[in-house]
């Protein structure tokens, strides 16, 4: 329980700057889905989309090779330099290339009817924060291996500070001040006909300023590059990109192909932005899923030869599952609360909320699963499971968007996140035997579905004030609770007992 313990204080920490930085992010919601029309937002999230790609390509897996081989090489200096140098190098390549081709891509985006507003700046500027964000990337891993949580905390809330603080600047203040007596002096700093642009140029700012913060760790060790380890490493990392990208398909591809899709050509930025704006609804299980992996990832690394790893493993799958359970629940019994950080405008696709809350909880457990992958050095089984993921996401848009829209784009996401979620169960267990307890699993999502499910029914066949609501909701909140209380106090407690197919976590088969 003592390294529980700590991985969950290492997520906290960690998850400082993430949730609150995100939370912070996240407030920018409201503000877009008040100052701009759906439409407008669509851009911003088509374009967040091909950066996510993109993102992949830039660092080609060589975080998590950096994570493997600063353990395998026994801290050998030249890791870290190795990858600093390679990334560096390649990220002002592709930087180049991309921003040289600025005006054939917009072209080529622009090609459709309803992506009029991709313009080469926005291309350009980009291409510059991928640039900053991938060469940004290794000097963070190092703090993570490292464990100097505070100063990665620092740097993490400096990034959401400035770029808060600037879409703050362009989008609420200099409007305002443009009616004023400083009108001279804000003409000279701000377009009201750049609109969206004033969110990639905060963005650009930010980027750019972390990089410059972090120049003590990019020059912290001699710079050297070892041609044959770094061989080693690519080997070790295509495999983790391939993964990564297929990843992104997965994660991102259904906000470039619903606008491409849908039924009705004239709405689709319009679904696009109300899409973009209720998937991020599901903030809180996407956080914490996100945080999770900050800390796990150096964490699985660091315990791997230890006797006990495996029962290790399998508490922490235990304890994952338990609290995105209660963060789905917990969603979605003040959704009424948490509907309002969106516009009006864009409340009509609340109902995708639940579907993308049950698909990041499969997502989070095939972050559990994929260790065994990891350690076992078969990262090629990574690029298989996320290009099945890739594969199922590709079809089931093509199918559904036509007919459902949005809906069918949330759908596909939890069908792929599920699809990836057994197949590295079943492949890990024949490489990497984990004895998971599945009846808590099943125990936690299930009771977790059923409560919200009677909320529903509640809110829909009896007449009851939302104050009443609230009020009912709670107190189903506090029944899960009391659910998980009494499984982890009885007689089969997973603490006590934890048995799976007659066998305690670490037993050989």
């Not at 994570?67 to 050998?76: D, L, Y």
């Not at 600047?169 to 409007?175: A, I, K």
């Not at 490489?431 to 529903?456: C, K, M």
Request: net charge positive; aromatic share 16%; glycine share 6%.
């Amino acid at each position: 329980m003592s390294v529980i313990k700590k991985l969950a204080g290492q997520t906290a920490t960690y998850g400082l700057s993430s949730i609150l930085g995100r939370l912070l992010n996240y407030l920018l919601v409201p503000l877009y889905t008040r100052v701009f029309h759906a439409g407008e937002y669509g851009v911003v999230t088509e374009m967040y989309a091909y950066v996510s790609f993109f993102n992949i390509v830039f660092t080609y897996g060589l975080e998590t090779a950096y994570f493997r081989f600063f353990q395998s090489e026994k801290e050998n200096p030249k890791v870290y330099s190795t990858t600093l140098i390679s990334i560096l190098t390649s990220s002002v390549l592709f930087a180049f290339f991309i921003i040289f081709f600025s005006p054939a891509i917009a072209g080529k985006l622009n090609a459709t009817e309803h992506s009029n507003a991709m313009l080469p700046e926005y291309i350009s500027w980009f291409a510059a924060i991928l640039a900053f964000d991938a060469v940004s990337t290794i000097p963070f891993a190092k703090l993570r291996q490292a464990n100097k949580a505070k100063r990665f905390v620092f740097l993490k809330l400096l990034w959401i500070v400035i770029n808060i603080g600037l879409n703050l600047f362009f989008l609420v203040l200099c409007p305002k001040l443009m009616n004023s007596s400083y009108h001279d002096v804000i003409r000279n700093i701000y377009n009201p006909s750049m609109g969206v642009g004033y969110v990639f140029i905060s963005n650009l700012v930010a980027s750019a300023v972390t990089l410059l913060f972090l120049s003590p760790e990019l020059f912290s060790v001699k710079l050297e590059f070892d041609r044959a380890l770094w061989k080693s490493m690519i080997v070790y990392s295509l495999p983790i990109m391939v993964a990564g990208f297929a990843g992104m398909i997965n994660e991102t591809f259904d906000r470039i192909m619903l606008p491409r899709l849908v039924s009705d050509p004239s709405t689709a930025l319009e679904q696009n932005g109300i899409y973009g704006a209720c998937y991020k609804l599901s903030i809180l299980m996407t956080l914490f899923v996100q945080t999770f992996r900050y800390a796990a990832e150096p964490f699985f690394f660091s315990h791997a030869s230890k006797e006990n790893a495996k029962e290790i493993y399998s508490k922490v799958m235990h304890y994952f599952v338990l609290t995105c359970s209660f963060i789905f629940l917990t969603i979605m019994m003040y959704m009424d609360l948490v509907k309002k950080i969106v516009g009006e405008e864009y409340r009509s696709g609340i109902k995708i909320v639940p579907i993308l809350l049950m698909a990041n909880l499969c997502l989070g457990v095939y972050y559990n699963l994929s260790i065994w992958y990891k350690l076992t050095g078969r990262t090629r089984w990574a690029a298989w499971i996320s290009v099945a993921g890739a594969v199922v996401t590709l079809l089931l848009n093509y199918w559904l968007i036509p007919v459902l829209g949005y809906m069918g784009a949330a759908w596909t996401t939890l069908i792929c996140y599920a699809s990836m979620m057994v197949i590295s169960y079943v492949a890990g267990q024949k490489y990497y035997h984990v004895d998971y307890n599945l009846r808590s699993f099943a125990l936690f999502v299930i009771t977790a579905l059923l409560l919200y499910a009677a909320g529903e029914i509640t809110r829909q066949h009896y007449r009851i004030t939302e104050h009443w609501m609230y009020v009912i909701n709670s107190l189903l909140l506090v029944v899960f609770l009391v659910v998980a209380y009494l499984y982890e106090r009885g007689k089969n407690s997973y603490l006590r007992m934890p048995v799976f197919n007659g066998r305690k976590p670490g037993d050989k088969k």
